[in-house]
């Protein structure tokens, strides 16, 4: 096997290995880490071997692990879970990718019907260490349904553990971890930020990352707590910087996974706050935000001192690109809703 | 829907189609049935009246098979028929919440069930009771899944058998994927090479995922024998509602070869699809065989096939009992006599009261059963969430 085409990583005072990743950088060299640890990961999807994969997630991967671990696969996304659940039960741990959010319905009934009920219907007998990446959100100026938050159909799904990474570190940690993960992982990607170089973040290869399945507190603040993943964590922390100019202090905290959902860190900063605003791309409704509204009122009842209100794509199908700037969640819309949660 | 007259025909045409007469409905349906009566390309080793027919073809498959083998698949055909029409019993009697018949199918199952090895991985629908029994599963553990204890409780892994699937079709790409491991980690390529048989039915043909497993089998070459049994029905839909072309000459369109047989001839149903493993393990690719067989009973207990068909239909297939046509055959060669007939019988009677008695006790499932196990790795979510019920239900003294 050829040696793998990375850059020269750097090494900090510590001795640690650091390097300046991009979030779509530090997805690769997870994927590759992942694969240099354990032969039987498997990567498998549309276009991910020789081009890449369209955003060039898997880039360089098929040369250097060959065409049987990166596949390029027929154009069919049933075909792609549905074999991977196949794979699975003879011990390999696929790593899907879809190629766009909106892609992932003609696999709906794989992930749903087999992936995440296989483990429990064979009394755990057999096990699906799958993964299935999802380029996720809008604000890439694309078209129809490339630009869709499909994430609260699978945390409503039994089995299926749901995470979402919004930048560089957790890219390379989590995509790790969700591979090693024994249970079957959807992973969504924020896509819009795969390649921005104001996203860049020191990676430490030899660090110890913190566990997949929980959530963490970006920013301490005591004015009101912002709750957000994905996507929507650079607005949340965008919005903090701005609250903190006309004197409020915003806390924020990246949900990072999204089934088990752990709020155990929210209730204590909502106790604290006494304001909770939640942030998605994703429509309202019956959705994820919803789930966190409900367990937040339920947990924290004596400690609010307004509704929880939330920040969402509207309950419309993703508008054209000439109007998505007023579907996304917003720094305005953000400020705007803590505003009224502190006008209560 | 088209009109009959614009149907296609089932015989791929020499020529311009524009210039051929379109044939009627009643054409299009004798294409795809009239092979009961044998059809040119109908694999058959034995007829309906148990006569052994040479087949240049596929006798060797068949060559080392003694009289005692043959008193075996006999025997494997009785005690799974019996054990269906005990299970479809319970049932009526209020034991199963439904059953699925195999009625009809036994040959089909037990020709294509004993051909696998012990290392080939088979993915069944959820009318396969024949090939769990050629798995070493006994036909109790069946019995969970219809009586609402359990989703299957056989160890998949170990028996090569997975779990029973209720949508239809989707099984066939898990069962490609299997096979594509069994590629990717060598275990082709020569007589110990290993294969993988997915089983599903006629109407499980027109879901995508079948399509799909048929493309991805047939281009990483896995080693997959595709047995579809065509039992003429899917609940009340004929075969001409799901295709205009017997459906093994789809294979020819994926690139793989496609094969008909018949289904209520165990030792045909045998040979070919030793065939088709043997060219699996040899990493020839994919191969569907298409049982030609019938369901001479419901489609489930729910059903009410009255409605639907004919009574005609059904007994004319009845004259092509797989039981009945082996049985024939062992007699006239004096390869069985009454001594074994009755020990089968025997043997089928201790069956089905074993069945019957542990369908009777298999007492009530633990409630904490439905939290464990959705997950392999803990989560915090769920744990919190069984725990505080199963408080509350012990705060009832259990009896809630
Ligand atoms: C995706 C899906 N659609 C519908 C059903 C309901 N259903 C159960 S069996 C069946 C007919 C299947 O016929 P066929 O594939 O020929 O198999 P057979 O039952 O005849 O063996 C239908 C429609 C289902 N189980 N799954």
Redesign the interface.
Known sequence: MAAPAINKPGTDSAGNTVQSLTLGKALNLGLRAAMEADPKVLMMGEDVGKLGGVFRITDGLQKDFGEHRVLDTPLSESGIIGTAVGLAVRGFRPVCEIQFDGFIFPGFDQIVSQVAKLHARTQGRVKMPLVIRVPFGGGIGAVEHHSESPESYFAHTAGLKVVSCSNAVDAYWMIQQAIQCDDPVLFFEPKRYYHSANMKAEVDTDATPMPLFQSRVLRQGTTATVVAYGPSVKVAMDAATAAQEEGKSLEVIDLRTLSPLDLAPVYDSVRRTGRLVVVSESPSEASLTSEIAAKVQQECFYSLEAPVLRVNGFDVPYPPAKLEEHFLPDLDRVLDAVDRSLAW | MSSPETWTHPEPREGPAATAAAPTAEQVIAGLRATSEGGPELVQLLTPEGERVENPEFDRYVADVTAEDLRNLYRDMVLVRRADREANALQRQGQLGIWVPLLGQEAAQIGAGRAMRPTDMA?PSYREHGIAWTKGIHPKELLGIFRGT????W???ATRF??YCI?IG?????????????R??GKVGDDDGEATMVFFGDGATSQ??VH??F??AA?YDAPLVFFCQNNQWAISEPTERQTRLPLYQRARGYGFPGIRVDGNDVLATLAVTRWALDACRHGNGPVLIEAFTYRMDAHTTTDDPTRYRLSDELEAWKLKDPIERLRVNLVRHENADQAFFDSVQADADALAAELRDYCFNMGEPPIEQMF??????P????DAQRDDFLAYHASFGGEH
């Open positions: 993915f359990d989703n299957g409780s160890d998949s892994n997975h779990p949508v989707n099984q066939v790409l898990n069962a490609a994927g299997y096979a594509m491991g069994q990717f980690e995508g995922d799909e497993g493309v991805w281009v464990n196990n959705v997950y392999a790795e989560n915090p979510v769920l």
